[in-house]
Each structure stands twice: as structure tokens, then as C-alpha cells.
């Protein structure tokens, strides 16, 4: 088992910047990549952005491409989503999520085993 812990969501403004933390812990050694989905009200949740935990290669939606950076601290057992010049839409609850398995389909959540209990991120206008 893996759990992870989320944190950093908060209030921002448009044009800001939020930081999130997600801290994993268990049987980290298993990890194979992780990523951050986001559900906004209504809506299903959405792939935002992925890494591979060895390499480090990274992945993004087209909608944050260019304004959030997934990074990962090996010796924390810790993703982070530094997220930039953030939009109104980018309104959502934010969740970290994990694999223990390799699938080229980074960005489907069906794919990941472990889930976090989710961060708000708030923009406003």
C-alpha cells in the first residue's frame, strides 16, 4: 500500500501561482509514476499532469502546458505541482495519484492504484 498526502491547495488570483505537495509514504519503493488529476464541480476528473518516477521524464494536458511543472524529490518521496499564471478554470479539486505499474496511457486514472484525498484550488478573477 501506498498513501499519499496532498497539500498546498488555497486561494489564489488570477495570474498567481499555488504550489502543491503531495508526500507519499508505505511501500514508496514500488512507485513506478505519479500524477495529478483535478475535478472541478461537474465536471469528471482530468488528467493535468504526469512523471516517471526513475527518469523523471514528465508529461502535461495541453490546457496547463507551458504554466505548471511537475517535479518529483526522490529523497522525500515527493511530487510536487508548481503551478503558474493560473486561470479561473483552473478551479478544482486537485488529486495526487500513483501507479505501480508501466502504461504509455499516463493520463488515464484507471491506471493509477492509489489515490490521494484531494486539495481545492481556488482562482479568482
Known amino acids: 500500500q501506498v498513501q499519499l498526502v496532498e497539500s498546498g491547495g488555497g486561494v489564489a488570483q488570477a495570474g498567481g501561482s499555488l504550489r502543491l505537495s503531495c508526500a507519499a509514504s508505505?511501500?514508496?519503493?514500488?512507485?513506478?509514476?505519479m500524477g495529478w488529476f483535478r475535478q472541478a464541480p461537474g465536471k469528471e476528473r482530468a488528467f493535468v499532469a504526469a512523471?516517471?518516477?526513475?527518469?523523471?521524464?514528465?508529461y502535461y494536458a495541453d490546457s496547463v502546458k507551458g504554466r505548471f511543472t511537475i517535479s518529483r524529490d526522490n529523497a522525500k518521496n515527493t511530487v510536487y505541482l508548481q503551478m503558474n499564471s493560473l486561470k479561473p478554470e483552473d478551479t478544482a479539486v486537485y488529486y495526487c495519484?500513483?501507479?505501480?505499474?508501466?502504461?504509455?496511457?499516463?493520463?488515464?486514472?484507471?491506471?493509477?492504484?492509489?489515490w490521494g484525498q484531494g486539495t481545492q484550488v481556488t482562482v479568482s478573477s
Open positions: 512523471i516517471h518516477w526513475r527518469t523523471s521524464l514528465t
Open positions: 495519484a500513483a501507479r505501480s505499474t508501466y502504461t504509455s496511457d499516463y493520463a488515464s486514472a484507471a491506471r493509477y492504484d492509489y
Open positions: 508505505g511501500r514508496t519503493f514500488s512507485t513506478y509514476g
